[in-house]
C-alpha cells in the first residue's frame, strides 16, 4: 500500500488519555474542561481498536468440526445472498464468509484482499489491482481482472429496479449513480465510475472524480467479486419496480459463487437459516468448521437463553446486562475494538440551542462515564469527538466536556435558560450495535438534565419513523449513532457535517468548505490533517454531544475456538473450530 | 335456507370490504412510510423523497387502495418490506409452523382439560375440585409471554431438559411432506426427527395452551355439573342404570355440547397467544413474522396478515353457523 | 366460534333481565347476598379493595421518589450489579437504580388506570353502537332494522379478529405509549360491549314496562334513553369487571410486544414487567414483582366478576 501509516499503539495512547475503562472507579467528576491524563484512570496498554487476544490457541476437536454444524444466532435475517443489493450487517455477515473484496480490514487497518496490491495515481482517479494468484471460485473459474472488471461494470449498469437505493444504496453513494440513472428508481446523480480495464491479473478502475470514499469502497461487503461464471446465468432484468422482490437468485443457493472459505448450500426462508459449507479450494486457510449454520432469533434475550442451552454456539450483539452472566457461565465474550460512535444531538433548527452557551451547559451536565461504566458493553470508553480514536484525523486536542453538573447549572443561568424545556427524542423496538438499549441511556440523560434544572420532553419514537423525525429537525435533542463502514475518516464527518441540515440545523461556512476540501484530497496524510482541523472545529461549534464508542459484544459457546473479532463487526468465521476438551 | 346463506355471503362480503377500507386507509394515514425501512441510517431526505415517488406512495389514496384491492383479491399483498419477499410466500412458509403449533396446544388442552373438568365436578367440592378451578383462574390471569419465559428459565435454561428455541435442532436432516415436522418424521419414518421436533414443541405448545386448557377445565365443569343437575340423568340414575352408562351416553355427550363450541372460540386466543409464544421460542411462525412485521411497521405484510386472518375467520364462522342452521332449525327461524 | 362468544354474551343478558323482570330489585338484592357467601367473591372483593387502597394511597405510602435514580451509581446493568433487597430498600433497585418498592406502590395506581380507561373506552363506544343499534331495531321501522343488521354484522366480523392482532395494529399505528394501550385494549372490547348492551336492549324492549310506557304514549326516544338503557346495564357492569383483569393483562403483553408506555417517568406494572425480561438471567426479581402484581390483581377482578356472574345466572344458582 502506498500511504504510509501511524502505528496502532501511538494511537491507541492518545485514546485512552481520554476514556475510562469500566473498572467501577467513578470518582472523576468536578475537573477542568481539557481533562488530561492525570485525572483519569485506565490501563496504559489497552487498546480501543483492538484489544489483545489473551487466550491462546487451542487443539481442534477434528471430529466435531466435520461432523457438528456451527450454528450462529443471528438478531435479524440477511436480505439477499448476493452482497450488492443491500446495505445491512446481517447480509454482509454471511456474505463475507462466501465471498472476498478487493481490499480487506485487519483490525480498521487497510490489508490486501483479492488484491495483494494496488496503486493510485496522484489525483485519485485510477486504481490498479494486482490480484492473487491461483484464486478460484466455487465453481471452478479462476480470477482474473475479467473477473473483477465484469463485477463492477456489471453493478454500473444496473437498470430498473436493480438502481433503486432500497437495493444498491452502497453503489450509489459510492459511485453516485449508474451508467443510466433512472430518476424513476429514485437515483439521478451521475455516476463517476469511468471504467475497467483488465491484462492479466491486474485490472485497473477509473472513477472521474476523487471522494475519500476510496479505497474504503474497494473494501465494502457491496463490492465483493462473484464469478463470472455466475454472472452468465444473470440477466438483471426481472426488477422493473423499486419495490419488485429481489431476483430469485439471491434469495436461493445454486447460481452464485465467490472465492471465500466457505459457499453457499442451502437458504431455508421458513427457518430464517443459511447454510455454508467449507470451500475447499480455497485460496487461505482452510476454514476450520465444515458447516456453519446462520440463524435468525428474534430478541437478545432468546439468543442468550439458546446459546445457554447449547442450542446455538455463538451470537452477535449480546445485550450489555447478559455479558457478566454469560462470562460468569463460562461462555466467551471477546472484546471488540470501538469502531463507532453514540452523540446526542443539539438540533438547532427550533433555535432554543443556538445559543452556544446553552450547548456548553447541557454537555457538561451529562454523566458519559456512568453511561459507558454501567449501561454500555465493556471495553466502551467516552467519546471526545464524532469519529472513532482509531481513524486517521482523530484529534488530541479537541475540547473536552468533563461532567461538571455545577458548571451546568451556572452556564445555564449565565445564559438567562434557567426554565429551559427541551423536547428530547429517543427510538424504542431497536438496539443498535452503537445503542444498546436506548431507553437506558435515555433515562440517565435525562435526569441529569434535569439535575440541571432543565425541564424534559421525553418523545419516544418507532426506529422505523425515527431516522425521518430526527432528520427533519424534529427533535431538539435526540440519540442516533453510526458504525463505520471502512477506516476512513469521511465514512463517519461526512455521514453529517457536509452542509447545513435540518437534522443538525447549524450553519457554519468554515466546517462545510474545510469537509469538502478534505473529501477531495486524495493524498491520505494531508487529509488526516483536515479531518484533525475539522474534529476540533465542530467541537467547538459543538452540533452535538458525542457520547461515546462502545464494541457491539459477540459470545461464543465454551467449546469453540472464536475468530479474531473485528471492531467493524467483519469477523471472519474460518478462523473459528470446536476445540477438544482440555 | 339458501336464501339465508347467499344473504349471509353478501352480508360478509360487504363486511370484509368495509374491513379491508378501514384497515387501508388507516395504515396509509400514518406518518413514517416504508421507505424509511428500506434505506440505511444516514441516506439523504432527496434520496427518502425519490423513493417514495418511485414506490407510488404520492398517488391519491383512493388509486392505491384500487391497486391494493385488485392484487389482495389474487392473493398478491405486495412484497414485505424487511425481507423484500411476496408477502404470501412469506405466510405460506410459515403456517405449517404456527398450525403445528396450535394443533399441539389444542390437543394438551383438550387432552388435559376435559378429564380435569369432569374430575373437578364429579368431586365438587374437594381439594381436586379447588386445584382445578384455581388453577385454572390463575392460567387466565398469567400474561402469556410470562409464562412462556418463566417455562424457557426453567426447563431449558435451568435444568437444560429441552431446546429453548427453533422447531428442529438446525443443521438436522429431514424430509418435507406436510410441513408439520412431527407428522412428517413419521410418515417418513425418519423418527429421530418425530422425536427432534416433539421436543422442541413441548415448551411452547404448554405455554400456548395455558389459557384453552384453563377455559376447557372450566366450562366442562360447569357443563358437567349442568348436566348432571338435569331432570334425565336423575331420571336415569333412579332407573337404576349403570353409572357408566350414564356418564358416558348421558352426562358427557350433552356436556360436551358447549365445550365443543368454545374450543372453537377459543382459535382466536390461541393465535393471539402464538405471537407472544412463537417471539419468546423463536418458533418462526406466523405468529413471529406478524410480530416483527409489528415493529419494523411492515405495513404491506400487516395488512396482507389481517386480510388472510379476517377471511379465514370469517369463512369458518359462515361454515359454523350455516351447520348451526342445518343442525338446529332454531336458528333457521330465528334469522 | 362467534356463535360460541355470543351465546355466552346472550347468556349473560338473560341472566340480567331475568333478575330485572321476574323479582324486581330484590332478585339483585339476592343475588348480593349470595354473593357475600361466596369465598370466591369475597377473596376477589379482598384483593380488588387492597389493590385500589395501594393505588389511591400508592405515592404516600412510597418511601421513596419511584421516578428519581437516587442509587443509580450502585447499579451496573453491564456488570450485573443489581442490588437486592435491603433495610432501605426493601424490593432492591431496578435497572436504574430506583427504589422497587416505590415503583411497584406508585405503579399500582397507573395499572389501574390503564385498566379502568380502557374499560370506560370500550364500554362507551360499545354502548354507543349497540345502543344506536339497538334502539334503531326496535323503534326504527323496516330501515331501522336494517342499520340494526349492519351494525350487528360488523360487530360480529370484529368479534372474529383475534383480539390481540386488533390490539397490535392499532398500537402499531398510533405509536408506543400508554394512550396507546388503552386506546387499543379499549378498542378491542368494543365489539363485546356493544353486542352484550345490544341483547340487553332488546330483552328489556320486550318486558312489560315497556309494553306499558308505550301504550300510555311514552314518547320512544325517552323510553330508550330513561328506562331501556340504564335497565340493561346489569350484565355489562358485570362484563366490564371481567374486562377490567383482561385489560390489565393485554396492556402488558402489548408493553412486551414494545408498544406499551415508554416513558421512564412513571411507573407502570406491565411496562415493569416487559422491560425487566431482559434481565431475566442475572436479575429476576426485576420481573417477578410486577408479574405476580399483575396475577394478583388480574385474578382478584376474575373472581369478582365470575362471582358476580355466577350469583346472577339462574342455571348455575341452581346448583349453588
Not at chain 1, 443489493?85 to 446481517?90: I, P, T
Not at chain 1, 429537525?473 to 452542509?499: I, M, P, V
Not at chain 2, 412510510?33 to 414506490?55: I, K, S, V, W
Not at chain 2, 392484487?71 to 425481507?83: E, M, P, Q, T
Request: with cysteine; aromatic share 10%; proline share 6%.
Amino acid at each position: 500500500m502506498r500511504t504510509s501509516r501511524t502505528t496502532l499503539a501511538r494511537r491507541a495512547v492518545a485514546a485512552s488519555a481520554s476514556a475510562v475503562i469500566a473498572l467501577g472507579a467513578l470518582a472523576a467528576c468536578g475537573s477542568e474542561g481539557d481533562g488530561e491524563d492525570e485525572d483519569t484512570q485506565n490501563a496504559e496498554d489497552f487498546s480501543f481498536e483492538c484489544p489483545e487476544r489473551e487466550d491462546g490457541e487451542r487443539a481442534p476437536d477434528e471430529a466435531a468440526n466435520e461432523e457438528q454444524p456451527f450454528i450462529f444466532g443471528t438478531p435479524g435475517v440477511p436480505t439477499s445472498l448476493d452482497p450488492v443489493l443491500a446495505s445491512d450487517g446481517e447480509t454482509f455477515r454471511v456474505t463475507r464468509q462466501v465471498f472476498d473484496t478487493l481490499l480487506d480490514h485487519d483490525c480498521t487497518d487497510m490489508v490486501p484482499g483479492l488484491a495483494e496490491s494496488y496503486e493510485q495515481n496522484d489525483e485519485g482517479t485510477e486504481w490498479t489491482f494486482h490480484l492473487r494468484e491461483g484464486v478460484t471460485f466455487h465453481d471452478g473459474v479462476e480470477l482474473d481482472g475479467e473477473a473483477v472488471c465484469a463485477n463492477f461494470d456489471r453493478w454500473n449498469n444496473f437498470t430498473g429496479g436493480y438502481q433503486s437505493p432500497s437495493n444498491t444504496y452502497y453503489w450509489s453513494n459510492f459511485f453516485r449513480g449508474f451508467a443510466e440513472s433512472d430518476p424513476e428508481m429514485g437515483v439521478e446523480g451521475e455516476s463517476i465510475y469511468d471504467g475497467c480495464e483488465a491484462d492479466g491479473l491486474t485490472a485497473t478502475i477509473r472513477i472521474s472524480e476523487y471522494t475519500a470514499n476510496f479505497p474504503g469502497a474497494f473494501s465494502m461487503a457491496t463490492t465483493a467479486i462473484v464469478s463470472p461464471g455466475s454472472l452468465e446465468q444473470l440477466t438483471d432484468d426481472d426488477m422493473d419496480a423499486p419495490d419488485s422482490p429481489l431476483p430469485e437468485y439471491s434469495q436461493e443457493a445454486g447460481v452464485l459463487a465467490g472465492t471465500g472459505p466457505y459457499k453457499y448450500v442451502e437458504w431455508d426462508h421458513s427457518e430464517n437459516a443459511v447454510t455454508l459449507e467449507r470451500y475447499d479450494d480455497y485460496w487461505g486457510d482452510p476454514a476450520g468448521v465444515k458447516t456453519i449454520i446462520f440463524r435468525q432469533i428474534g430478541d437478545g434475550n432468546a439468543l442468550r437463553q439458546a446459546l445457554e442451552a447449547g442450542d446455538i454456539h455463538g451470537y452477535d450483539l449480546v445485550s450489555p446486562a447478559d455479558v457478566q452472566p454469560l462470562i460468569d457461565a463460562g461462555f466467551q465474550v471477546p472484546t471488540r475494538g470501538v469502531f463507532n460512535i453514540l452523540y446526542l444531538s443539539y438540533n438547532q433548527v427550533s433555535g432554543t440551542l443556538g445559543d452556544h452557551a446553552i450547548r456548553e451547559a447541557l454537555s457538561y451536565a451529562v454523566d458519559r462515564e456512568r453511561i459507558v461504566n454501567s449501561v454500555l458493553p465493556p471495553g466502551g470508553s467516552v467519546a471526545t469527538q464524532f469519529m472513532p480514536p482509531s481513524l486517521e484525523g482523530w484529534s488530541e486536542d479537541v475540547v473536552q466536556y468533563e461532567h461538571d453538573p455545577e458548571r451546568a447549572t451556572e452556564l445555564l443561568a449565565d445564559a438567562g435558560a434557567e426554565d429551559l424545556e427541551l423536547e428530547f427524542c429517543y427510538p424504542t423496538d431497536v438496539s443498535r450495535p452503537y445503542m444498546p438499549n436506548p431507553k437506558d441511556i435515555f433515562d440517565i440523560i435525562a435526569q441529569n438534565l434535569e439535575d440541571a434544572g432543565v425541564t424534559v420532553e421525553a418523545t419516544p419514537i418507532t426506529w422505523v419513523d425515527y431516522i425521518d423525525a430526527t432528520n427533519q429537525g424534529e427533535c431538539e435533542l435526540y440519540l442516533l449513532g453510526w458504525t463505520g463502514d471502512f477506516n476512513e475518516a469521511y465514512n463517519f464527518l461526512g455521514t453529517w457535517f457536509q452542509t447545513e441540515t435540518t437534522e443538525w440545523g447549524f450553519d457554519n461556512p468554515e466546517i462545510f468548505d474545510g469537509l469538502a476540501e478534505a473529501a477531495s484530497e486524495p493524498d491520505a496524510d494531508v487529509r488526516a490533517e483536515h479531518w484533525i482541523e475539522l474534529n476540533e472545529m465542530i467541537m467547538e461549534e459543538l452540533p452535538g454531544l458525542p457520547i461515546s464508542s462502545s464494541p457491539p459484544s459477540i459470545a461464543f459457546a465454551p467449546e469453540v475456538y472464536p475468530p479474531d473479532v473485528s471492531p467493524l463487526t467483519q469477523e471472519d468465521f474460518s478462523e473459528l473450530y470446536f476445540a477438544a476438551a482440555e | 335456507m339458501l336464501r339465508y346463506t347467499v344473504k349471509r355471503l353478501l352480508q360478509l362480503v360487504v363486511a370484509l370490504l368495509g374491513l379491508s377500507l378501514l384497515l387501508f386507509a388507516w395504515f396509509k394515514s400514518l406518518p413514517g412510510g416504508p421507505e424509511n425501512r428500506m434505506l440505511p441510517d444516514n441516506a439523504t431526505d432527496q434520496q427518502r423523497e425519490a423513493l417514495r415517488e418511485a414506490l407510488g406512495l404520492d398517488e391519491p389514496v383512493w388509486t392505491q387502495y384500487g391497486e391494493f384491492l385488485g392484487r389482495a383479491v389474487r392473493l398478491d399483498f405486495g412484497n414485505s418490506l424487511s425481507s423484500g419477499r411476496p408477502i404470501s410466500t412469506e405466510l405460506a412458509d410459515r403456517l405449517p409452523a404456527t398450525i403445528e403449533l396450535s394443533l399441539w396446544a389444542i390437543a394438551i388442552a383438550i387432552g388435559v382439560g376435559i378429564p380435569l373438568g369432569y374430575l373437578a365436578a364429579r368431586k365438587r367440592g374437594t381439594w381436586l375440585d379447588f386445584t382445578a378451578v384455581s388453577g385454572s383462574l390463575i392460567g387466565i390471569c398469567t400474561p402469556v409471554f410470562f409464562l412462556a419465559a418463566m417455562l424457557k428459565v426453567v426447563f431449558s435454561q435451568n435444568l437444560g431438559w429441552l431446546p429453548t428455541a427453533f422447531r428442529l435442532t438446525p443443521g438436522t436432516d429431514y424430509t418435507d411432506v406436510t410441513g408439520l415436522r412431527v407428522l412428517d418424521g413419521l410418515i417418513t419414518g425418519e423418527f429421530d426427527v418425530a422425536w427432534n421436533a416433539a421436543m422442541h414443541l413441548i415448551l411452547p405448545a404448554i405455554a400456548l395452551a395455558s389459557i384453552p386448557l384453563a377455559v376447557i377445565t372450566r366450562i366442562t365443569r360447569a357443563s358437567v355439573l349442568e348436566v348432571l343437575g338435569e331432570d334425565y340423568v336423575r331420571t336415569a340414575d333412579a332407573k337404576g342404570l349403570k353409572a357408566q352408562t350414564i356418564r358416558g351416553r348421558h352426562v358427557m355427550k350433552n356436556a360436551m355440547l358447549p365445550v365443543v363450541t368454545v374450543i372453537g372460540l377459543l382459535l382466536g386466543s390461541l393465535f393471539a397467544g402464538a405471537v407472544l409464544t412463537e417471539s419468546v421460542f423463536s418458533f418462526g411462525g406466523v405468529g413471529s413474522f406478524v410480530y416483527a412485521a409489528t415493529t419494523e411497521r411492515d405495513y404491506p405484510a400487516l395488512m396482507g396478515f389481517i386480510l388472510v386472518i379476517a377471511v379465514s375467520y370469517v369463512a369458518l364462522n359462515l361454515i359454523v353457523d350455516l351447520s348451526y342452521g342445518f343442525l338446529d332449525p332454531r336458528v333457521r327461524v330465528r334469522s | 366460534m362467534t356463535l360460541a362468544k355470543i351465546e355466552k354474551l346472550d347468556r349473560l343478558v338473560e341472566a340480567g333481565v331475568e333478575a330485572r323482570t321476574a323479582e324486581g330489585g330484590s332478585l339483585w338484592h339476592q343475588s348480593l347476598r349470595r354473593m357475600r357467601r361466596s369465598p370466591m367473591a369475597i377473596t376477589g372483593a379482598a384483593i380488588v379493595g387492597l389493590f385500589l387502597l395501594i393505588a389511591i394511597l400508592g405515592p404516600w405510602i412510597a418511601p421513596h421518589s419511584s421516578t428519581a435514580q437516587e442509587w443509580g451509581d450502585e447499579v451496573f446493568l453491564n456488570r450485573n450489579i443489581f442490588p437486592g433487597p435491603r433495610a432501605e430498600n426493601w424490593f432492591g433497585l431496578d435497572h436504574l437504580g430506583r427504589d422497587m418498592f416505590s415503583r411497584m406502590v406508585v405503579g399500582a395506581r397507573q395499572t389501574l388506570l390503564v385498566g379502568v380507561v380502557a374499560t370506560l373506552i370500550g364500554f362507551a363506544a360499545g354502548a354507543v353502537v349497540g345502543g344506536v343499534a339497538a334502539a334503531s331495531g326496535i323503534f326504527g321501522g323496516r330501515w331501522g332494522q336494517r342499520i340494526e343488521s349492519v351494525i350487528m354484522r360488523s360487530v360480529d366480523v370484529a368479534l372474529a379478529i383475534p383480539m390481540l392482532l386488533l390490539a397490535l395494529s392499532i398500537a402499531a399505528m398510533l405509536g408506543p405509549s400508554l394512550t396507546t394501550v388503552m386506546v387499543a385494549v379499549g378498542v378491542a372490547q368494543i365489539p363485546i360491549f356493544a353486542r352484550l348492551l345490544r341483547g340487553s336492549m332488546l330483552a328489556q324492549a320486550h318486558s312489560d314496562y315497556v309494553m306499558a310506557a308505550i301504550s300510555l304514549g311514552v314518547p320512544k326516544s325517552r323510553i330508550v334513553i330513561s328506562h331501556i338503557f340504564p335497565n340493561s346495564l346489569g350484565p355489562v357492569i358485570v362484563q366490564a369487571t371481567l374486562v377490567l383483569a383482561t385489560a390489565i393483562i393485554e396492556a402488558a403483553a402489548l408493553s412486551y410486544l414494545g408498544l406499551g408506555n415508554p416513558d421512564p417517568g412513571s411507573a407502570e406494572w406491565g411496562t415493569m414487567l416487559a422491560d425487566a425480561q431482559r434481565f431475566l438471567a442475572g436479575a429476576p426479581q426485576l420481573a417477578i414483582y410486577p408479574a405476580v402484581g399483575i396475577i394478583i390483581t388480574a385474578l382478584g377482578f376474575t373472581l369478582l366478576g365470575e362471582a358476580m356472574r355466577e350469583s346472577l345466572d339462574p342455571r348455575l344458582r341452581r346448583e349453588q
